[in-house]
């Protein structure tokens, strides 16, 4: 490979950039053993020698714990019918982010607002 197009902007840096060079994004991958930045293509880390397949493959298939949250509001599609959808927007935001609770852990947030 000659050239690596930056994922962000499109920019084609030179080969064996490790940054793009219009926008500064990262184009290779940090090597998960040091920390060192290595060329995507590289099946080994040229830093410390880690095998970057390897610790992909592993993270790939890494176990997480999830916490589930089902929340009913009472009245709402009573409350719903009644306002615009703009007030219904409004009322339901602040309750799609509880408490800032996963941005502590590092976590994600990936709300199912709405009935079925
Ligand atoms: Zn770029
Ligand atoms: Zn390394």
Redesign the pocket.
């Known amino acids: 490979m000659s050239a690596s197009s930056?994922a962000?902007?499109g920019?084609a840096n030179p080969a064996g950039a490790l940054f793009?060079g219009?926008?500064?994004?990262p184009l290779g991958r940090p090597c998960p053993s040091c920390g060192t930045v290595v060329s995507p293509e590289l099946a080994f880390c040229t830093s410390c020698g880690a095998s970057l397949e390897e610790v992909e493959r592993v993270a790939a298939e890494e176990r997480k714990v999830v916490t589930a949250v089902f929340v009913d509001l009472v009245g709402f599609t009573r409350r719903s019918e009644r306002l615009d959808p703009e007030d219904v927007r409004g009322f339901l935001a602040p309750r799609a982010r509880p408490n800032g609770l996963p941005t502590r852990t590092a976590g994600k947030v990936a709300p199912q607002v709405g009935g079925q």
């Open positions: 930056c962000a902007c920019f793009c219009n926008c500064g994004s």
